[in-house]
C-alpha cells in the first residue's frame, strides 16, 4: 500500500504519539505540584528497580530471589500509596498514565504486523475524501437526532404515522449498531426527499466509528468516479478499492443519482454481489420507490437488494423545507 498517502499518515502517527507523551508529562508535572509525596514515591519505585536490576550481578547479596522477592513488594506497597493519594485528591487512578487515541495500536498504526484499523479509516479518509465525515457527525448522530419533524398524525394509506414509522427504524438503527458484530443483514433506506436517510446513515456511521469499524461513506455517483478513474487511470489504487469490498460497513447514498451505463451497472453489481458473499454490510439509501428501482436496475441488482438487505421505507414531511420556514 504504497502511496503518497501512507507516508502522510505515519507522519501523522509519529505527531500522535509525541503529543501523547507531552500530554502525559503535563499530567505528571501536575500531579508532583499538587502531591510532592507522589513524586517521591515515584523516585523510590525507580530506584528499587535499579537495585533490583543490578542485585542480579552484585556479589554483596546472598539470596537474590529473596531479595528480589522483598523488594518488589516495596515496590506494590508504594503503588498502592499512589494510586490511594491520587483517588483521595480526585483524580483518576490512571491519571499520570500515557493515553493513545487508539488503544489498540497504541498510535504506532499497527498491530500484530497488520495496518490498525484506524489506518485504514485514516487512509480511506483521504482517498475517499472523507476527511471532513468527523464535522458532520458531530452534527448528525443519534444524540441529535430530532423527532419533531416526523408528524404524528396518520399519513396517506400508511398503517403508522411517519413518527411511529421514524420510531421504529431510529430503534432498528441504534440496535443494529449495538449488535453489529453478530448481524449478517444489511439496511435499506428508501423515500422521498428530505426525510432523514442521509441524516440516520451518518448516524450509524458514527457509532460504527466510534466503535472502531472500517466505514467507507459516498454517494453512489460518487463511488463510480472513484471505480472508474482508479480502474482507468492509476493501478496504485487497487488496494484503496479493495476496501469497497474489504470496510466493514459501505454506505451508498444516493442510488439513482449515478450516471446511468452498463458499466456502472456492472460495477455497482460486482461490489455489492461480492460484499454480500463475504459477508459484509452495507446501507444503500435511494429516493427511488421500490417500484422505480426494479424498473430502473437490472434483474441481478435488484433481487440481490430485495433479498438480503432489511428495507426501510421513509415517509412524512420534507425536512428541508420545514427547516426553510422555520426561518
Ligand atoms: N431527524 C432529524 N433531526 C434533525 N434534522 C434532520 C433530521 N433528519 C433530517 N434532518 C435534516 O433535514 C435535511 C434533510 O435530511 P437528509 O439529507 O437526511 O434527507 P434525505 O432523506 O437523505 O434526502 P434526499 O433523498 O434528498 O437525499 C438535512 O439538513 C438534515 O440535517
Ligand atoms: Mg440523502
Ligand atoms: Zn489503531
Do not use: W
Not at 479509516?121 to 457527525?137: A, F, G, H, T, V
Not at 444524540?143 to 419533524?149: L, P, Q, R, V
Not at 412524512?316 to 426553510?324: T, V
Amino acid at each position: 500500500m504504497k502511496n503518497k498517502y501512507t507516508s502522510e499518515i505515519i507522519k501523522e502517527y509519529e505527531k500522535l504519539q509525541e503529543t501523547a507523551k507531552q500530554e502525559q508529562q503535563k499530567r505528571i508535572n501536575e500531579i508532583y505540584f499538587k502531591i510532592p509525596r507522589i513524586k517521591e514515591i515515584d523516585e523510590q519505585i525507580s530506584s528499587i528497580g535499579f537495585k533490583i536490576a543490578t542485585s542480579i550481578i552484585s556479589k554483596d547479596i546472598e539470596n537474590v530471589e529473596e531479595y528480589i522477592k522483598m523488594q518488589s513488594e516495596k515496590i506494590t506497597d508504594l503503588k498502592i500509596e499512589k494510586t490511594e493519594l491520587l483517588s483521595r485528591y480526585g483524580y483518576p487512578i490512571d491519571y499520570m498514565e500515557i493515553k493513545y487515541k487508539c488503544k489498540k495500536c497504541k498510535d504506532t498504526g499497527f498491530t500484530e504486523n497488520k495496518y490498525c484499523s484506524c489506518f485504514r479509516q485514516k487512509l480511506i479518509n483521504r482517498y475517499y475524501q472523507q476527511s471532513n465525515l468527523r464535522d458532520i457527525l458531530k452534527i448528525e448522530n443519534f444524540d441529535t437526532f430530532n423527532f419533531e419533524y416526523y408528524p404524528n398524525r396518520p399519513y396517506n394509506n400508511e398503517s403508522l404515522t411517519p413518527r411511529e414509522n421514524i420510531e421504529r427504524i431510529y430503534a432498528y438503527a441504534v440496535n443494529y449498531t449495538k449488535n453489529f458484530d453478530k448481524l449478517n443483514e444489511s439496511l435499506f433506506f428508501y423515500g422521498s426527499s428530505g426525510l432523514g436517510k442521509t441524516f440516520l446513515s451518518n448516524c450509524i456511521a458514527k457509532e460504527l466509528l466510534d466503535k472502531g469499524k472500517v466505514v467507507i461513506y459516498q454517494t453512489a455517483s460518487n463511488l463510480m468516479d472513484i471505480i472508474r478513474k482508479s480502474r482507468f487511470e492509476d493501478t496504485s489504487n487497487t488496494n484503496e478499492l479493495n476496501e469497497l469490498l474489504e470496510c466493514d460497513f459501505l454506505i451508498i447514498d444516493d442510488l439513482g443519482t449515478e450516471p446511468v451505463t452498463p458499466y456502472s451497472y456492472s460495477e455497482l453489481f460486482n461490489v455489492i454481489n461480492t460484499r454480500i458473499l463475504n459477508k459484509k454490510k452495507m446501507l444503500i439509501s435511494t429516493n427511488f420507490h421500490l417500484n422505480d428501482i426494479i424498473q430502473n436496475y437490472p434483474e441481478r441488482i435488484t433481487s440481490r437488494i430485495l433479498g438480503h438487505f432489511t428495507l426501510f421505507k421513509f415517509f412524512g414531511e420534507d425536512i428541508r423545507i420545514q427547516k426553510k420556514f422555520k426561518k
